[in-house]
C-alpha cells in the first residue's frame, strides 16, 4: 500500500479470522476477542434474507470484512474517522473483497441514504465512559470514548440500524458488559428493535436485536 493516509511510521499488521489486517496507532488495534462478533454474524447470514452487511464503526474493517469473507453479500463499512476508513478500503483491497466492498467515511448519522436497507446491521462502537479513558492511553480517544456512560455511540448506532433494517433483520452490538446491554434495553424497545440474545466474549459482550 503506497497510500501516505494508511502507511505511517508505525504501521503493523496482525491476523484476524484467516485475515491480514493492517492498522497504526491512529486507530483502535484490532482485538481479537472480537472474532465473537464476526462468527456470529456469519452464522445469522446463512438465514438472513438477501442483501448486504452494514457495518457501523468499522475503524480498520476486520469484524466486518470477517463476517462476509465467507458469504457472497456486499458489506458498506462506515466511519467518522477518514484515516479509519483509508485502513478499511486497504484490508478490503488485501483480502480479495474489494469488489464488494464499499467504505463510507461520514458521521453515522448521514452515511446511509434514506432507503437504502439491509438485513444485518453489525457494530463496535466506543463503549468506554469519558472519565475512564485514561485508564487505555495507547488508544485513540475518539475510537473508545463512549460518553459519560459509556453509550451514546451505541444508542446512535441502534438509531442508525433501525432506520435501515429489514423486516426480520437483526442487528449485531459489541458493548463492554452486559449491564450496558441491559441498559441499552428500553432504547431499543423505543425503536422496535427486540433484544434477542447476548454472547460473553473474554472481554465485554455481544448483544442481538432483532425487528
Avoid: K
Avoid at 485508564?135 to 459519560?148: E, H, K, N, T, V
Amino acid at each position: 500500500m503506497s497510500d501516505g493516509t494508511v502507511v505511517g511510521a508505525r504501521y503493523e499488521q496482525m491476523e484476524f479470522a484467516g485475515l491480514t489486517i493492517g492498522f497504526d496507532a491512529r486507530v483502535l488495534r484490532p482485538r481479537p476477542w472480537t472474532e465473537l462478533q464476526s462468527r456470529w454474524a456469519a452464522e445469522l447470514l446463512a438465514s438472513l434474507p438477501p442483501g448486504p452487511v452494514l457495518e457501523l464503526c468499522c475503524g480498520a474493517g476486520q469484524i466486518g470484512l470477517a463476517a462476509v469473507a465467507g458469504a457472497s453479500r456486499p458489506l458498506v463499512c462506515v466511519d467518522r474517522d477518514p484515516v479509519a476508513a483509508a485502513f478499511a478500503r486497504a484490508n478490503a483491497e488485501r483480502a480479495g473483497l474489494a469488489d464488494r466492498v464499499e467504505v463510507r467515511a461520514a458521521p453515522l448519522d448521514e452515511a446511509v441514504g434514506d432507503s437504502e436497507r439491509f438485513p444485518l446491521v453489525i457494530a463496535d462502537p466506543p463503549w468506554v465512559p469519558s472519565r475512564e479513558t485514561a485508564r487505555w492511553p495507547a488508544d485513540p480517544s475518539g475510537a473508545i470514548d463512549g460518553g459519560p456512560d459509556g453509550l451514546d455511540v451505541a444508542r446512535l448506532c441502534l438509531e442508525v440500524a433501525a432506520a435501515h433494517l429489514m423486516r426480520g433483520g437483526a442487528v449485531l452490538l459489541q458493548l463492554g458488559s452486559r449491564e450496558q446491554a441491559d441498559d441499552l434495553g428500553p432504547h431499543a424497545d423505543a425503536l422496535g428493535l427486540l433484544p434477542a440474545g447476548i454472547r460473553p466474549g473474554e472481554r465485554g459482550v455481544v448483544a442481538l436485536f432483532c425487528r
